[in-house]
Nanobody, 119 residues
Framework: VQLQASGGGLVQAGGSLRLSCAAS????????MGWYRQAPGKQRELVAA???????NYADSVKGRFTVSGDNAKNMAYLQMNSLRSEDTAVYYC??????????????WGQGTEVTVSS
């Protein structure tokens, strides 16, 4: 199973980006998916997550600006980021709970996509 994150780049403050996370491989079912970020010199932190049932939660710092969504049929997750700030600069990682059969579940990480917000 692989997670491929994409959509990062350089954007000016106030701009928008949309990140995508594609899961591929021997997938029976995708569970909860999340987006994390790690800025230089800081610990990795949860940005947003979406459960298999569609419930979402966000870090306080991104509430009202970021929206997480998922497409279970396509094994995809997205993070729409609006009103970007310089403090959103980080490497963004996607994470997913993946069942490879009825009783085997494992947590996977994508390789990260870099987001740089210039002020």
């Amino acid at each position: 199973v692989q997670l491929q994150a994409s959509g990062g780049g350089l954007v000016q403050a106030g701009g928008s980006l949309r990140l995508s996370c594609a899961a591929s491989g021997s997938i029976f079912r995708i569970g909860d998916m999340g987006w994390y970020r790690q800025a230089p010199g800081k610990q990795r932190e949860l940005v947003a997550a979406i459960t298999i049932g569609g419930s979402t939660n966000y870090a306080d710092s991104v509430k009202g600006r970021f929206t997480v969504s998922g497409d279970n049929a396509k094994n995809m997750a997205y993070l729409q980021m609006n009103s970007l700030r310089s403090e959103d600069t980080a490497v963004y990682y996607c994470n997913a709970e993946v069942w490879t059969n009825w009783y085997t579940q494992q947590n996977y990480w994508g390789q990260g996509t870099e987001v740089t917000v210039s002020s």
